[in-house]
């Protein structure tokens, strides 16, 4: 009789629900051997679903590749929201038809795989463009056109440049074919690489302005208005990264 070890480790290497084997095993009555076919059961099936995930998010993808245009850039920002810091974007231009497991709206993936993620973009993609706009420059233009900014810097840095554009819900002053899609880094996986690739890389960059600024909590709230950095602009008043257009730090400037 076979041990529970070497049958699961044959489990491993099915990936079909429809394999006999599983039928085979199933005849063996030991709780472990039980367990261990429910567990790679639903672990094929976890991964049939990512699979159709992933296939659904590269529809737009599709309908631009039926067109001739391989060369799709995914553009998204992260950071309009908060009161310090910059508003960064990000432009990546993934493989025909490639799919990342676990590639997601930023929001939609645990932070503690933020990194893994980002590194296999980085890692894939033909292409990656970053582009930054700090305080000074969305309090003199106003935080929508400073996105808009900090997209075209990210664009102009792909080599080999793009085909066509997906943005995430904004439309760019720019020759090129694109489409503007609402909630975009759901909804494509190419936006959704941009979207981890910004997250990442402000997220980093508020890291280091923690330590410039302690005091903020500026690592954990990347900027935003949470209850420790509203204590700090309290007690602490207003560093050089907040952006005196935003409230609450636009009244402080005026008190």
Avoid: W
């Avoid at 491993?12 to 085979?24: G, K, Q, S």
């Avoid at 954990?220 to 950095?229: C, D, I, L, V, W």
């Amino acid at each position: 009789m076979q041990t529970i070890k070497g049958i699961s480790a044959i489990l491993a290497e099915i990936t079909d629900l429809n394999d006999n084997r599983f039928d085979v095993f199933s005849e063996d009555s030991r709780a472990g051997v039980q367990k261990a076919i429910a567990k790679r059961k639903k672990e094929i099936q976890a991964d049939l679903d990512e699979e159709d995930r992933l296939e659904e998010m590269l529809r737009y993808e599709k309908e631009l590749y039926k067109q001739g245009l391989d060369l799709i850039a995914g553009i998204d920002e992260v950071g309009r929201g908060p009161l310090a810091g910059p508003v960064v974007a990000a432009a990546v231009i993934l493989p025909k038809n490639c799919k990342i497991k676990g590639l997601n709206d930023s929001k939609k993936i645990p932070k503690k795989k933020h990194i893994e993620i980002y590194e296999q973009v980085l890692e894939q993609a033909v292409a990656v463009g970053i582009g930054i706009r700090d305080q000074d420059v969305i309090d003199q233009v106003n935080i929508y056109e400073a996105t808009k900014l900090a997209m075209l810097e990210a664009l102009s840095q792909l080599n080999p440049q793009p085909q066509a554009l997906l943005i995430d819900a904004m439309k760019l002053d720019i020759n090129l074919p694109q489409q503007s899609i609402i909630k975009g880094d759901a909804n494509s996986l190419s936006i959704a690489a941009a979207s981890i690739v910004a997250k990442v890389t402000r997220d980093q960059m508020m890291t280091e302005f923690d330590n410039q600024f302690p005091g903020y909590d500026f690592a954990q709230n990347a900027g935003y208005g949470t209850k420790k950095h509203l204590a700090g602009l309290e007690t602490l008043g207003i560093t050089p990264i907040h952006r005196k257009t935003f409230e609450p730090v636009k009244s402080m400037i005026k008190d």
